[in-house]
């Protein structure tokens, strides 16, 4: 799906993504003591707004599509991009860090 606002799509699906780091990491002090597992734990915590962000989007776009506006390949649009981004990049990144900080700490129980 291509879309005509690409720039303004791009935009809002970093700030959906984004938005939710940046305030769960200033929540959780991150920016005083910075580490990776709190960075990893900070990104966990983000995962359900990020989540329920995914869940009206859809929501948003059901309904723009049923009402037959006008601007629904951007609202569409939009969507697509947000849950291709999390499905396939994001989520598995995520996994990549929690295996990750879980060696670290097998690692560190051992010693």
Not at 37 to 57: E, F, V
Not at 85 to 105: T, V
Request: charged share 15%; glycine share 10%; aromatic share 14%.
């Amino acid at each position: 799906m291509i879309v005509p606002d690409i720039e303004i799509v791009t935009i809002l699906v970093i700030i959906f993504f984004g938005l939710p780091i940046i305030w769960n990491a200033r929540k959780n002090g991150l920016w005083k003591s910075f580490n990776f597992i709190g960075l990893i734990k900070t990104i966990n915590k983000s995962l359900i707004i990020q989540g329920i962000i995914g869940l009206i989007l859809i929501l948003l776009t059901w309904l723009w599509n049923s009402a037959d506006f006008k601007f629904d390949s951007f609202v569409a649009g939009t969507t697509y991009t947000y849950l291709i981004i999390g499905i396939f990049m994001y989520l598995p990144a995520l996994g990549i860090l929690n295996l990750i900080k879980l060696g670290i700490k097998k690692n560190l129980g051992k010693q």
